[in-house]
Nanobody, 128 residues
């Protein structure tokens, strides 16, 4: 059974950092494209970072230069390093995965509903 479990959320002040983790069980990372999404109160869910099995990356403009997506194949983990956090980054953060296919990076970056597997989320709160 495939499961994704996020952790690492919390409350920090503006300018601080957090590192989110997504533990992957039930499949091998290298077979999938994965991404991080977030949903702020009263807003639609948005894709913020994506990575494919070859290590190609994609970021939404709002987080470029501040967030870094990465993976650890040995530990079967996905990470999101978040630096220079702003109050606008306050949201529930989710990881998700879809079986790899040509062009999956672009899909992962934008379409949460296309994902095969999704975690339950971890809350990030940034105070000013």
């Amino acid at each position: 059974q495939v499961q994704l479990a996020e952790s690492g959320g919390g409350s920090v002040q503006s300018g601080g950092s957090l590192r989110l983790s997504c533990a992957i069980s039930g499949y091998t990372y290298s077979s999938y494209c994965m991404g991080w999404y977030r949903q702020a109160p009263g807003k639609e869910r948005e894709g913020i970072a994506a990575i494919d099995a070859e290590g190609n990356l994609s970021y939404t403009e709002a987080v470029k230069g501040r967030f870094t997506i990465s993976h650890d194949n040995a530990e079967n983990m996905l990470f999101l390093q978040m630096n220079s956090l702003k109050p606008d980054d306050t949201a529930m953060y989710y990881c998700a995965a879809v079986s790899a296919f040509r062009g999956c990076l672009a899909v992962v970056a934008t379409d949460y509903n296309a994902m095969d597997y999704r975690g339950k989320g971890t809350l990030v709160t940034i105070s000013s």
